[in-house]
């Protein structure tokens, strides 16, 4: 059975803090995406990383996939308010329609100002 | 683009009625879309896959007799919950993946439904 562990499962920081949340698993996937939530809505596609080894920078966000592919972190530096959410790591699954993505269980973030 | 919309965003019903809810994709087609349930501070987890014109396939330990998918279009899968009661109260979240000929790794998410049965 494919799944995702993420950890810390929650994080209450300083505005301008950095941090660090992790996606591991014990199984190779040949692809990983970023989600975040926030409450009352669903889930948005921050990245996918394909490439094991891959790096990629979106605004604060780095996201680096595991040269095994079987892990991904996501960094973000000088965290601000608007960052809080739920982040998701997802990755293709087996499911029985072969089709979906399984999910992680998710980091709640918390930034206070 | 690539715009997923669900109506209802919030609907509370009373024990052992049943309530619909649609999934649209606005501006694409999706041959394939997705069900998913997600109990408040747990991540979400697939209940179906809903494919255009044939039957959806469950999950291991979703009802399909309870929770009935129709992909009647390209652009529009439902999901009724039948006879609901109160542990079936969660958010309930659609995705969609476009036809061929697009990235078919790439699943766009509805903004959820919130159920609340009394």
């Known amino acids: 059975t494919q799944l995702l562990e993420q950890s810390p499962q929650f994080l209450s920081i300083q505005e301008g803090e950095n941090l660090t949340v992790y996606c591991n698993s014990s199984?190779?996937?040949?692809?990983l995406q970023w989600y975040r939530q926030e409450p009352g809505e669903g889930p948005v596609l921050l990245v996918t990383?394909?490439?094991?080894?891959e790096v990629k920078k979106l605004k604060r966000l780095t996201f680096q996939f595991g040269d095994a592919r079987k892990d991904s972190s996501l960094h973000i530096t000088a965290a601000q308010p608007g960052d809080t959410g739920l982040y998701l790591c997802?990755?293709?699954?087996?499911?029985?329609?072969?089709?979906?993505?399984?999910f992680g269980k998710g980091t709640t973030l918390s930034v206070s100002s | 683009g690539a715009v997923v919309s669900q109506h209802p965003s919030r609907v509370i019903c009373k024990s052992g009625t049943s309530v619909k809810i649609e999934c649209r994709s606005l501006?694409?087609?999706?041959?394939?879309m997705f069900w998913y349930r997600q109990f408040p501070k747990q991540s979400l987890m697939l209940m179906a896959t809903?494919?255009?014109?044939?039957?959806?396939?469950?999950e291991q330990g979703v009802e399909k007799d309870k929770f009935l998918i129709n992909h009647a279009s390209l652009t529009l899968s439902t999901l009724t919950v039948t006879s609901a009661h109160p542990e079936d109260s969660s958010f309930y979240i659609c995705?969609?993946?476009?036809?061929?000929?697009?990235?078919?790794?790439?699943?766009?998410f509805g903004p959820g439904t919130r159920l609340t049965v009394l």
């Open positions: 997802a990755g293709p699954g087996h499911n029985q329609a072969g089709t979906a993505l399984i």
């Open positions: 809903s494919n255009e014109g044939s039957k959806a396939t469950y």
């Open positions: 995705s969609a993946i476009r036809s061929a000929g697009y990235n078919t790794d790439t699943q766009y």
């Open positions: 199984s190779v996937f040949s692809s």
């Open positions: 501006d694409f087609q999706a041959t394939t």
């Open positions: 990383v394909v490439t094991g080894g």
